[in-house]
């Protein structure tokens, strides 16, 4: 049995969908995070931090976000994975998670690459952190992210948006870039529902960056052509007073009642909405999708490819767009056929597949040739 090992940044539960799906196309998986221990992650930030010290409150939390873009922390991160992947002897091939690029490799290992956005795209979606980040910090980013993409043997990327990127900034060769999808965090089925009157549903936990106040300001005007439709927000929003809108706050999806709740949810909608700022894939798509739900997202980033013909798609910042959306799927026979599309299309994204995908660009077979968008 092939030993394929997965190194990442951040929170393992992240790639946990990632490294069932491996498992299920029949290698042993191997988790490899590669950062080191809270002590040493903080001083190797802690100078990012000096510059903004008289920039208050505000600035300090967001060079807290830019840390994690801090030269040292690279350094660090570096020779943690390599101290750990010679502890881990023989593996048959690495997949490399790049999101920002806060490691490198050392040759020897056959790799392929999985991410979904680049690092000029994480500056020119204002993501928060990486809006601020001084041009020669983000250049150096760019050259390592431009390296990673050098050595490996593939790079996958989740949507044609980001693999996009990579092909004008970086100029690799297009029979290198693989786009390879994503997987849900949590897997819902088809319910029979009633569509007659609209109830929309939203979750994120960014309320600001996932436009959760747009969402509101549409719904309100909604409600005056449509008095019986309803919203209810999961997440990160504040507390609302509103007509027809009702508050669930954050749910987790480890605590049984709060599982349910979701369930419930998802199975009482008729359409998903959540028109982000900015959006490098947005799994809760794909999740509405094996519901039977259509959505409604950003026409930016990569939820686009997610949607596809499971729903629409409009500009973040244009609220009359946001409404002519929801009032297109308040009619119940168009959001009806949309959500069929949108489970149909749910099918194409499951980890198992996105395993597969990644299997086969270790493998060296050809990339599946994708559309810009």
């Known amino acids: 049995m092939k030993r394929i090992g997965v190194a990442f940044t951040g929170d393992p539960a992240r790639r946990m969908g990632m490294m069932r799906g491996l498992a299920e196309c029949g290698v042993e998986v191997v988790a490899v995070p590669v950062e080191p221990g809270r002590l040493l992650r903080v001083a190797a930030k802690t100078p990012f931090y000096i510059p903004y010290l008289r920039s208050g409150r505000t600035g300090f939390r967001r060079a807290r976000r830019a840390s994690v873009a801090s030269p040292g922390l690279a350094w660090v991160n570096t020779r943690t994975v390599s101290y750990r992947l010679h502890a881990l002897g023989q593996l048959d091939g690495l997949v490399q998670v790049l999101m920002g690029t806060g490691y490198q490799l050392a040759p020897g290992i056959p790799v392929v690459t999985f991410a979904d956005i680049t690092v000029p795209q994480l500056k020119s979606s204002h993501y928060q952190g990486w809006d601020i980040l001084p041009q020669r910090t983000l250049n150096a980013r760019i050259a390592l992210e431009r390296k990673a993409y050098q050595r490996a043997l593939a790079i996958c990327l989740t949507s044609p948006w980001a693999a996009q990127s990579v092909l004008d900034v970086y100029g690799v060769e297009p029979e290198k870039v693989h786009v390879v999808g994503i997987g849900p965090n949590h897997t819902l089925r088809p ?123 409009v500009e973040p910042n244009d609220d009359d767009a946001l409404l002519q959306a929801m009032r297109r799927l308040s009619n119940g026979a168009i959001a009806r056929e949309l959500g069929a599309a949108a489970e149909r299309r749910s099918r194409f994204f499951t980890w198992p597949q996105v395993g597969r995908r990644l299997l086969d660009a270790l493998e060296g077979k050809a990339a599946e040739p994708f559309s810009r968008g």
């Open 191 to 313: 319910v029979k529902r009633d569509w007659s009157v609209p109830h929309f549903l939203f979750v994120g936990f960014d309320w600001r960056r996932k436009n959760g106040p747009a969402v509101l300001r549409s719904f309100a005007r909604l409600r005056e052509e449509v008095p019986a439709a309803t919203l209810d927000l999961v997440g990160g929003h504040p507390s609302v007073d509103q007509p027809g809108v009702t508050g669930h706050g954050r749910l987790q999806l480890d605590v049984p009642e709060h599982r349910s709740l979701v369930e419930e949810l998802f199975a009482r909608a008729t359409c998903f909405v959540m028109p982000s700022l900015s959006e490098a894939v947005g799994i809760p798509f794909v999740e509405a999708g094996t519901a039977g739900l259509p959505s409604i997202g950003p026409r930016s980033g990569g939820s686009k490819y997610l949607i596809g013909n499971g729903g629409l798609t």
